[in-house]
């Protein structure tokens, strides 16, 4: 298994997911044609995409979701609430609805969506697994480290997990007291000592990659996102690897060799549900929060 982050950040998030011959997109909230240009620098042709994943409906998120997957007939997976306020934006894509707490088979790997709180209409954090018990967690974008969550993010190879704001930094930055509010709320956004504060419970001695994700490039800064995590590691005694995400750069490719939980490190029991294909009323597009 391997993961590369397109990019991260508040104005666009998005990554691939790699095992053996299949891969899967979680977001897509760039342009498609600057998704195209990242996936080409990775030496990645989008044809080779076996399915698109949003985890919720803003704009940061799902920005080229539509046109990727009608340009390159990608099926496109998210919950009910998140289809139905893309609404109209997805007419002429195959869409398919995931449930929250339900594990799905999706191109050869096992999809568990669980609900996080966010402010958006319906938002899942994911678990991936691969046919090889290789496993991936994400969390982009959650006010909290709910109980739910994190009962989720255990026993994980790759954890990716929001650290978006520093929250001196975000008391005494640019923004107006309201967007101040909502980001630093239980359903906005994770800070730096949110995440760190969580971490030490995920921890085990099969993660190999932390990957701090959506960091604002008002609010926060990646050499005191990885200062602070890298603390909580020391701590724990862990050797997990820190990879920081940027807005404009991709990272390298993250990989996995070796069998599962006991894999080594390089750069570059609920039974499985139907997918249910669904035909989308019109709505109006979700704005981008920050």
């Known amino acids: 298994m391997r993961v590369r982050i397109l990019g991260s950040g508040s104005s666009g998030n998005s990554l691939v997911l790699e095992s053996g011959s299949r891969r899967l997109m979680i977001d897509a909230g760039f342009s498609g044609r600057e998704i195209e240009k990242r996936l080409n ?7 080779g ?13 799902c920005r080229g979701a539509a046109v990727l997957a009608r340009r390159y007939g990608l099926s496109l997976y998210a919950t009910e609430g998140t ?14 609805t995931l449930r929250s707490g339900s594990i799905c088979d999706l191109a050869d790997f096992q999809i568990e969506p669980f609900a996080i709180p966010h402010d ?9 697994e691969d046919r090889v018990g290789n496993r991936l967690g994400l969390v982009a ?32 930055g640019p923004y107006p007291w309201h ?40 609010n926060n800064d990646p050499a005191l996102v990885v ?7 020391s701590q724990a ?17 993250l990989e996995l060799t070796g069998v599962a939980g006991v894999a080594e490190v390089r750069r570059s029991d609920t039974a499985a549900t139907p997918l249910r294909k669904i035909e989308r009323p019109p709505s109006s597009t979700a704005l981008s929060p920050e």
């Not at 620098?41 to 044809?47: N, Y």
């Not at 289809?83 to 398919?96: P, Y």
């Open 41 to 47: 620098l990775a030496g990645l042709d989008p044809t």
């Open 49 to 61: 995409l076996d399915a698109l994943i949003l985890t919720h409906e803003h704009s940061d998120h």
């Open 83 to 96: 289809l139905d306020k893309l609404g109209s934006a997805l007419n002429g894509v195959v869409a398919h």
């Open 120 to 128: 958006a209409a319906e938002p899942v954090g994911l678990v991936i």
């Open 141 to 172: 974008d959650l006010g909290t480290c709910s109980r739910l969550a994190w009962g989720r993010l255990v026993d994980l190879d790759f954890l990716v997990i929001e650290t978006n704001h520093d929250l001196e930094m975000l008391r005494s």
């Open 179 to 218: 967007l101040k509010q909502r980001i630093a709320g239980r359903h906005g956004h994770l800070s730096n000592r949110e995440a760190a504060q969580g971490l030490p419970e995920l921890l085990s001695d099969r993660l190999r990659w932390i990957v701090p994700y959506h960091l604002s490039r008002t």
């Open 227 to 233: 200062e602070i995590i890298s603390e909580v590691l």
């Open 237 to 253: 005694g862990s050797n997990a690897e820190v990879s920081v995400t940027h807005q404009v750069q991709s990272t390298p490719w």
